[in-house]
């Protein structure tokens, strides 16, 4: 018998694929033509390298097994996993089994995906015969199962989200919705089809074979099978147009992204093309929608999800890129590790008409130079008892400092940064740099963790910067304060940009340990829930920011603490408000519990209150 190698229900899928391809090429190359010189460069070396098999590695363990997902629930993790891993064995498997059977290096592209209407009857391989019974049937079947149980999975995550460790869904566009359709349709046609088939000539596995025998009781499968071949290819070839302009366009992009990012590419300032290349690898998964505080007290189209959504389709709204904390949760909760917060401010910026500005008023402060320079920054000015306590510790510690913006006049350019004002945080960023630059300090210790991340990673300052946490255990440890440890319950407040932001998580929590019993709370470190009092958005109502500090609130008092310790200036501020128990700095806690026969310090004479310990 002749084989059959060509049929014209194969067009659909043939020209869909090489539309599709057409596509990825233009969209692709445009995105590569315009990196700077430095990330081609970048690309250049890289791909040649051993940075492009840690890239495979992670497209294997990312793109294919879904091993982030599989931490967070095992049944979303498999229900990605069947359908990514599952779909790349069938056309590897199916490849393979092609080429054996058509004893030809290439076929065209259609042919392993429709083999078995082509080759369709009870023939085997020799080998198949003699070693391994039917063993490409068999695996051809297993794979097409483990494909529908992940369909079946997706079915159900509609409607009972919570057993996916989700507690919603995402909403679809018109094209996700004609692309889910699509693909929530391939793969049972693909067993309808080959069942059909195998009801007529005998042929098939384990599954396609006594599904094929028990249609034939009461179908008529010669009819039958010819049509759904059609409909399957028609249905991939939906898939593949639709693809590029819904959700799915993720599954090639986010390949791509993985090797640019081993190369080192990364997004810079501002919007860039690498930063576009996350928006399109966002699988719209949802897992953001139960990481946002503001979406579990809105429901509104603030998590990335919908915020990359707009972007994506050039249709930014004002209200959705300024309604977010930047709280870099969903950053950590995501698996794709999109930037939100970089994205969200290089959109804020589209938003403002960008006015040199000037900072010449700013008042030029006397420096004296000395080993440590400090600086409060502008909501520690708001809550001097940090500011006094800081300064009381650098007293009793001996430390010659210099107290940069002691006048409580200069900002570190965050805010200006955060409304999307480039131009003028640059401005200020060069006032304050000849300021620190002037006191030739080795150090510099900041009590405002925003200040901390930002003259870390936008100064170029080539000095050391530390936040008062990392600052004050240091001189613990150094055995420059000498502390009576107390057998009071802290719970400690991870503020957002010192833990997730810049990742600083232990120096607290062993310098609290140092000092009292630290307890835990209900969501630490990455997990833990923004205080509410963020000046990153500008959209939210007193009454919901009210509504997330109680959801940080509920939190921390799980465990019943007699104090909560934070180490922002802003959380403290946010969190003591209608608290009922007592809300401190760790500065203060330290000085509270300085040793009680030292000589009177600093701290006594301003007369600060340290927390009674
Ligand atoms: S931003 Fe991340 S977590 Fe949110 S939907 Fe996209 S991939 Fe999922
Ligand atoms: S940064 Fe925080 S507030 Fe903004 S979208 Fe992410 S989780 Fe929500
Ligand atoms: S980061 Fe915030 S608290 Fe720190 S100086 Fe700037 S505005 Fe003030």
């Known amino acids: 018998m002749k084989d059959l190698t060509f049929d014209f229900f194969v067009v659909p899928f043939a ?35 051993v940075k492009s098999l840690y890239a495979l590695k992670e497209v294997f363990t990312e793109s294919l097994l879904h091993r982030k997902m599989f931490k967070r629930n095992i049944l979303l993790g498999y229900m990605h996993m069947s359908f990514a891993f599952g779909w790349f064995l069938l056309i590897l498997t199916g490849n393979i089994e092609s080429r054996i059977y058509s004893r030809v290096h290439i076929n065209p592209p259609y042919y392993p ?52 460790g989700l507690k919603r869904t995402t909403r679809h566009t018109v094209f996700d919705r004609t692309a889910i359709t699509a693909l929530w349709l391939i793969f049972p046609l693909r067993l309808l089809a080959e069942s059909f088939t195998a009801g007529q000539y005998l042929g098939g596995g384990f599954l396609t074979n006594n599904l094929g025998r028990l ?71 949802g ?72 900072f010449d008023y700013l008042p030029q402060p006397l420096i004296r130079k000395a080993d440590v320079a400090y600086f409060a920054g502008c909501m520690s000015h708001l809550t001097p008892s940090i500011k006094k306590s800081m300064l009381s510790v650098f007293t009793k510690a001996g430390i010659d400092y210099n107290f940069l913006d002691a006048d409580g006049s200069i900002c570190c350019g965050r805010p200006l940064i955060m409304a999307g004002k480039e131009k003028q945080a640059r401005l200020l960023r060069e006032h304050n740099r000849n300021l620190i630059i002037g006191s030739s300090c080795k150090v510099l210790v900041t009590s405002c963790p925003i200040c901390n991340k930002v003259f870390k990673e936008d100064y170029n300052l080539n000095i050391e910067v530390l936040h008062h946490t990392q600052y004050l255990l240091r001189l613990v440890e150094e055995g420059k304060l000498n502390m009576v440890k107390s057998a009071r319950k802290v719970v400690y407040h991870d503020p957002c940009e010192l833990g997730r932001g810049s990742g600083i998580y232990e120096e607290p929590r062993i310098l609290i340990s140092k000092i009292a019993e ?23 109502s007193s009454g919901k920011r009210h509504e997330i500090k109680n959801l940080a609130i509920e939190s921390l008092l799980i465990n019943q603490p007699e104090i909560i310790v934070t180490a922002c200036p802003l959380c403290k501020k946010t969190l003591q408000n209608d608290t009922e128990i007592q809300v401190a700095d760790i500065s203060e806690i330290v000085v509270g519990a300085l040793a009680k026969n030292e000589p009177a310090t600093t701290h006594q004479k301003m007369e600060i209150n340290p927390v009674l310990w």
């Open 287 to 358: 897992v953001c929608l139960d990481a946002c505080p503001v979406y579990a007290v809105k429901q509104n189209s603030t998590p990335p999800v919908y915020f990359l959504q707009t972007v994506r389709n050039n249709k930014i709204k004002e209200n959705v890129t300024f309604d977010c904390l930047l709280c870099g949760k969903c950053q950590e909760y995501c698996p794709i590790g999109i930037h939100n917060n970089a994205l969200r401010i290089s959109q804020r910026a589209a938003f403002f008409n960008n006015s040199n500005g000037s």
């Open 15 to 49: 020209l869909a694929l090489i539309a599709l391809l057409g596509i990825l090429a233009v969209k692709y190359s445009g995105w590569i033509r315009g990196f700077s010189s430095e990330d081609k460069n970048l690309m250049r070396k890289g791909i040649f390298s």
């Open 518 to 540: 630290l307890i835990p709370g209900a969501n630490e470190r990455t997990d833990s829930i923004c205080c509410g009092g963020s000046l990153g958005n500008t959209e939210i």
């Open 113 to 164: 995906i429709f083999l078995k209407y082509f080759v369709h009857d009870k023939r085997v391989l020799t080998f198949e015969l003699t070693s391994v019974p039917g063993i490409f049937r068999f695996l051809m079947d297993l794979i097409l199962f483990m494909l529908l149980s992940g369909l079946v999975l997706a079915l159900i995550k509609r409607a009972r989200s919570n057993w996916f």
């Open 215 to 285: 249609f034939a009781n009461f179908l008529p499968v010669e009819y039958l099978s010819y049509p759904t071949w059609w409909a399957y290819s028609i249905m991939l070839g939906i898939f593949f147009i639709t693809l590029p302009y819904s959700r799915f366009m993720h599954i090639p992009t986010e390949v791509l992204l993985i090797f640019l990012r081993n190369w080192g590419i990364k997004p810079s300032k501002g919007s860039s093309n690498i930063s576009e290349i996350e928006v399109y690898s966002c699988p719209r998964c």
